[in-house]
């Protein structure tokens, strides 16, 4: 009995200190666990008929499994999105081979050409600071004049391509 004395104080005098970490690094464990788990290559799932493979994942899948900035989601299992702060864009295409992405704004409803981008991602603050740009083409109202409405929503709903780089 005197031997559980003795240590008695000794537990005492370090549960305040013990607590005081908890309270102060309540992540610190959690936060360790993170962050030396590495980015992985986990194989490729499909939604629809696009592959989506590393450095992209979909929403469901592990934390560690491709890119945490180039997270898809997979919507009634066909219909590939990406979403930023401008908005949510269709996936069209991947091309893994040039390391390109084919999206499109989902605000182009592809049975109503009187649909319009609300927003667009139009400058260079609107990128990921790990996002490089390569140059910025505008569309310019004389290279658009003379064609119809439709024509110009055909061109807007081939949407556009990113880059990325590992």
């Known amino acids: 009995m005197s031997y ?6 000794l537990f005492a005098h370090l549960m305040p200190t013990f607590a005081l970490f908890l309270i102060l690094f309540p992540g610190a464990s959690l936060a360790r666990h993170l ?12 939604c629809g008929n696009l592959n989506i493979s590393y450095p992209f994942r979909l929403k469901n ?5 491709g890119c945490y900035d180039l ?3 997979c919507e ?5 999105t990406l979403v930023l702060r401008e908005g949510k864009f269709f996936v069209q295409n991947i091309f893994y081979e040039n390391k390109t992405i084919q999206v499109m704004d989902s605000n182009l409803d592809k049975n109503d050409c009187n649909s319009l981008p609300l ?13 490089t740009v390569e140059a910025e083409v505008p569309i310019m ?7 119809s409405t439709l024509a110009i929503y055909n061109k807007l709903s081939q949407g556009f391509y990113l880059s990325w780089y590992e």
């Open 4 to 9: 559980l004395k003795a240590k008695l104080p």
């Open 76 to 80: 009634n299992n066909n219909r590939t």
């Open 35 to 46: 962050f030396n788990q590495e980015v992985q290559d986990c194989g490729s799932t499909f």
């Open 141 to 147: 109202v004389k290279s658009i004049s003379g064609m």
């Open 61 to 65: 899948q592990p934390p560690q499994c």
């Open 71 to 73: 997270e898809l989601a």
């Open 119 to 131: 927003s667009s991602i139009n400058t260079v603050r609107n990128l990921n600071q790990a996002c």
